[in-house]
């Protein structure tokens, strides 16, 4: 165990399973962490212990034929897609901060999700099994490792998006997806956010390989006046992408262009946020095709930074330091939303908006970590 203190707590990094399970029962109050690239979700909580599992990483098993992959927390999502790539498979759901150094854990204890949740579903719909350090200290495994065996209570789904609060993940076991043949994108800009969101309700209403479709400013100008980019990914064979970029012209209802630059390097800017002012602060909020606008127009309005992932189902904001919570508060509230604050600079961390941890929320948490030692849920 290497372990290093100062004054506001024990920092801990494991590489054994007993060291996380002692560290975790010497606590009152843990705090668990990895690769660092979403320190906003505990930001501002007292921890008396932080458990870095940077140390506890490595892919455990891998089956390319079943397409499941099971790894330590703390295993970086680069080592993950790098072992994927070399039999053509990948984690299609595009999870954010991939070469900023984000974990297999810290993806999925966010619940963050990219362009690719579109086609695929989110994250949460990936994860097979895991083992789990619960508020106890005790070790409990969760559902399988093949997707016929995940089977009765999905304590696996309950951890994705809880934000280390029920306790310590060992390992996860996950889904994995053969790569598309081909992929092209395209490209169509409008003048306001409703004529852009009525041509994503068309386009998803229509039998189109879609792999991805986001929304974001034009360029880098800002505001009430800046056109709308469209962006739309299409996956399959070659020639079918090719046919049906002519038929999404006349649905799209405006000029489309094919995106003729890296587009591995341009989805993964928009989905690794490098379009945020690292001095501001990130929120992701779940939206649809009906509530995303009204967001969207607050932040053109404001002029803050913004991206609309997959047909409108997340939408992201990059609010400079300046802003205050409580007018972040004052977009969200009276639409009855709550955002997760992934990355900030300042010490309000967690969720904003409405909360929504309700009863059944709060009996899980008595039943993992009924001491209250990993926080609020």
């Known amino acids: 165990m290497n372990a290093a203190s100062d004054s506001a707590a024990l920092v801990v990094q494991p590489t054994s399973e007993a060291e996380i399970v002692q560290g975790v029962s010497r606590a009152t109050r843990v705090r668990v962490f990895a690769g660092g690239t979403k320190p906003g979700p505990r930001r501002g909580e007292a921890f008396d212990v932080e458990l870095d599992l940077s140390r506890w990483s490595g892919v455990l098993e891998y089956e390319s034929t079943e397409y499941t992959l099971t790894a330590k927390s703390g295993t970086p999502l680069s080592e993950i897609a790098a072992t994927l790539a070399a039999n053509g498979q990948y984690l299609p759901f595009d999870p954010p901060f991939v070469n900023q150094g984000a974990t297999l854990g810290g993806a999925l204890a966010s619940g963050l999700s990219g362009p690719g949740r579109l086609r695929y579903g989110g994250i949460r719909d990936f994860v097979l099994g895991l083992r789990l350090v619960d508020g106890t200290g005790t070790v409990v495994r969760g559902g399988g490792k093949v997707v016929k065996n995940a089977a009765g209570f999905d304590l696996p789904k309950l951890l994705v998006g809880s934000c280390g609060s029920l306790g310590v993940v060992l390992e996860w076991t996950v889904k994995v997806f053969p790569h598309p043949p081909a992929r092209r994108s395209l490209v169509a ?39 709308i980019e469209l962006r739309m990914r299409l996956a399959g064979e070659a020639e079918s992408i090719e046919r049906q970029s002519l038929a999404m ?35 992701r909020i779940p939206t649809t095709v009906h509530t995303a606008p009204e967001i969207i127009r607050a932040a053109r309005a404001e002029g803050w930074r913004w991206r609309c992932m997959a047909a409108g189902q997340g939408t992201w904001l990059s609010v400079p330091r300046d802003v205050a919570k409580k007018t972040v508060e004052s977009i969200l509230k009276p639409q009855g939303m709550e955002a997760l604050v992934v990355s ?34």
């Open 189 to 227: 800009r409008f003048s306001s956010i409703e004529l852009a969101m009525q041509a994503v309700v068309r386009l998803t209403q229509r039998p189109f390989d879609l792999d991805a479709v986001d929304l974001a400013a034009a360029g880098s100008v800002e505001g009430s006046d800046a056109p």
């Open 249 to 283: 012209r006349e649905v799209v209802g405006a000029e489309l262009s094919w995106l003729e630059v890296d587009e591995a390097n341009v989805w993964d800017d928009w989905v690794n946020a490098s379009w945020h002012e690292p001095t501001g602060t990130l929120l």
């Open 344 to 377: 900030t600079q300042g010490e309000l961390g967690g969720r904003w908006g409405v909360r929504r941890s309700g009863a059944f929320a709060q009996r899980i948490k008595q039943a993992v970590d009924p001491q209250r030692r990993f926080g609020d849920f």
